[in-house]
């Protein structure tokens, strides 16, 4: 998935010449707490974010006279719509960022926030529909996705999304599959007849050990 096909195309932006109350007054009707500043080519030159208005109320600042260009963060990280959304996602964590604006041909074209970010997490791991979770551990080697892949299909259950992490050595792997069916026990049964360390759901009993 790339950035464009998540991000908000509607930014709603600040100058540097406009006072901070404004840029209040429009977090609060919008709800949002990050403003992008932009100059007359729609170029990006600076970021103001609530913390950045409190901060300098806090400070005695005049709300009414201060400028946007005095307060604003200069220092702007920004990203491409063709960006891929999980290398972006990984700009939101290094970097602890709340919001991400978006630029195409030094224009800003758009913007993600932290909270687009989560909900985009939600649908690509399946999370938001229902079904149950299997975890399975398997040898780090080649074809072990295909393998448990067509395990499942033999039940005609649907996959909804496939994870894979790291495990606790580097043998092994772990297999994470948003599986479409409220009783996975079936499954389970399956991939322990075929000796696969199921790590979750473990049912007494059944779970191979």
């Known amino acids: 998935m790339i950035v464009e096909e998540i991000m908000k195309k509607e930014v709603i932006t600040l100058s540097k010449s406009d006072i901070i109350a404004k840029a209040k007054l429009l977090m609060f009707e919008n709800r949002i707490r990050h403003?992008?500043?932009?100059?007359?080519?729609?170029?990006?030159?600076?970021?103001?974010?609530?913390?950045?208005?409190?901060?300098?109320?806090?400070?005695?600042?005049?709300?009414?006279?201060?400028?946007?260009?005095?307060?604003?963060?200069?220092?702007?990280?920004?990203?491409?719509?063709?960006?891929?959304?999980?290398?972006?996602?990984?700009?939101?964590?290094?970097?602890?960022?709340?919001?991400?604006?978006?630029?195409?041909?030094?224009?800003?074209?758009?913007?993600?926030?932290?909270?687009?970010?989560?909900?985009?997490?939600?649908?690509?791991?399946?999370?938001?529909?229902?079904?149950?979770?299997?975890?399975i551990r398997v040898p780090n080697k080649t074809g072990m996705l295909s393998e448990v892949a067509?395990?499942?299909?033999?039940?005609?259950?649907?996959?909804?999304?496939?994870?894979?992490?790291?495990?606790t050595d580097e043998l092994h792997k772990t297999l994470v599959f948003r599986v479409q069916t409220m009783n996975p026990l079936v499954l389970i049964e399956d991939l322990n007849a075929h000796h696969y360390d199921v790590q979750w759901p473990r049912i007494p009993g059944v779970t191979h050990e």
Do not use: W
């Open 35 to 135: 403003l992008p500043v932009i100059d007359e080519k729609l170029a990006v030159v600076g970021l103001i974010t609530r913390s950045d208005i409190y901060r300098n109320i806090l400070a005695d600042g005049d709300e009414n006279r201060t400028l946007v260009g005095e307060v604003m963060n200069r220092d702007v990280i920004t990203g491409h719509p063709l960006d891929f959304v999980e290398e972006v996602s990984t700009i939101f964590f290094e970097h602890k960022i709340g919001c991400l604006p978006i630029v195409k041909d030094e224009k800003l074209v758009g913007i993600i926030t932290e909270t687009d970010m989560l909900h985009t997490l939600v649908q690509l791991t399946g999370a938001n529909q229902p079904g149950s979770q299997l975890e």
């Open 150 to 167: 067509a395990i499942i299909k033999q039940r005609k259950v649907n996959i909804l999304s496939v994870l894979v992490y790291p495990s």
